[in-house]
């Protein structure tokens, strides 16, 4: 007796090993789309950071910042963070654009994105955090649009299918930590 399965096309074959397997138990295809988190920067909604660089997304009240002299304007001060101090930076001022509590002047927790370069964490400090994202590495792209602006050197691409500017978290904690002028 001939098999009738092995003279089936090959697509007919997986569309019989799927009605074989209703719960799904096959392997899934690897998901090789990354991860971002969607930020308030500067009042847009249009900023992203990778998630593989960030350990932790926070709320923190006022008092728990400790104001450190003679610092840059973008560095608010140091925070507890598991035990450990931790560096803010108001990440508007460090891309260029107004102040954080100058555009919401009522804020009194915000958010703070612990991000990681290498061994060094600065907490970075915004309005508010959205939601995640998932991308595809390629449609990562570079638009011309940013060559002249503040924020330039600190872009990596634009994702136009998420309308989001992602940023380079190396380049933001480097320029946070830098310290006094």
């Not at 649009?145 to 299918?161: C, D, H, K, Q, R």
Request: aromatic share 4%; charged share 20%; glycine share 6%.
């Amino acid at each position: 007796m001939t098999s009738t399965a092995t003279n089936l096309p090959p697509s007919a074959l997986q569309e019989a090993a799927a009605l074989s397997d209703p719960l799904g138990l096959m392997p899934i295809p690897e998901d090789t789309r990354q991860r971002f988190l969607r930020l308030r920067l500067s009042g847009e909604n249009e900023t992203l950071l990778p998630l593989e660089v960030i350990a932790e997304v926070l709320q923190l009240e006022l008092a728990e910042i400790l104001p450190v002299p003679e610092m840059p304007d973008c560095l608010l001060g140091v925070c507890n963070w598991r035990g450990e101090i931790l560096w803010l930076a108001d990440l508007n001022v460090l891309v260029g654009s107004p102040p954080l509590w100058h555009q919401t002047p009522g804020l009194e927790r915000p958010m703070v994105i612990v991000a990681e370069s290498g061994d060094r964490k600065v907490g970075l400090v915004v309005e508010r955090v959205d939601d995640v994202e998932l991308a595809a590495p390629e449609t990562l792209h570079m638009p011309t649009e940013f060559e002249s602006t503040a924020i330039a050197p600190f872009v990596m691409g634009y994702l136009p299918n998420h309308k989001g500017t992602v940023l380079d978290v190396d380049v933001i904690v480097e320029r946070s930590l830098q310290g006094p002028p």
